[in-house]
């Protein structure tokens, strides 16, 4: 099994920044790729980025390339999420993931962090 909590979450102005955090326990948190999703109310949960066990590979969706950076600590058992230049329409709740390597599914969820941008 596997816990994730995520912190970090708050309101800030358009423009701003915030780094979400997400400490993982359990599983042995090298053996995950991480990835951070997002959901607001009424839409589909929607893909952010995701980042390899070693750190080494990292995506982004399109909507938050350049703007946002994810990366992690193995040491810590912690993924971050670094958003600059945040827009209203970044406002959702944030939820970091666990995929074992070799699945081919996320099989752990945190309980979400409220981001909210205001304009």
């Known amino acids: 099994q596997v816990q994730l909590v995520e912190s970090g979450g708050g309101l800030v102005q358009a423009g701003g920044s915030l780094r979400l955090s997400c400490a993982a326990s359990?599983?042995?948190?090298?053996?995950?790729?991480m990835g951070w999703f997002r959901q607001t109310p009424g839409k589909e949960r929607e893909y952010v980025a995701r980042?390899?066990?070693?750190?080494?590979?990292?995506s982004y969706a399109d909507s938050v390339k350049g703007r946002f950076t994810i990366s992690r600590d193995n040491a810590k058992n912690t993924v971050y999420l670094q958003m600059n230049s945040l827009k209203p329409e970044d406002t959702a709740v944030y939820y970091c993931?666990?995929?074992?390597?070799?699945?081919?599914?996320?099989?752990?969820w945190g309980q979400g962090t409220q981001v909210t941008v205001s304009s």
């Open positions: 993931a666990a995929l074992l390597v070799g699945a081919s599914k996320y099989d752990y």
């Open positions: 980042i390899t066990w070693s750190g080494g590979i990292t």
């Open positions: 359990g599983r042995t948190f090298s053996n995950n790729h």
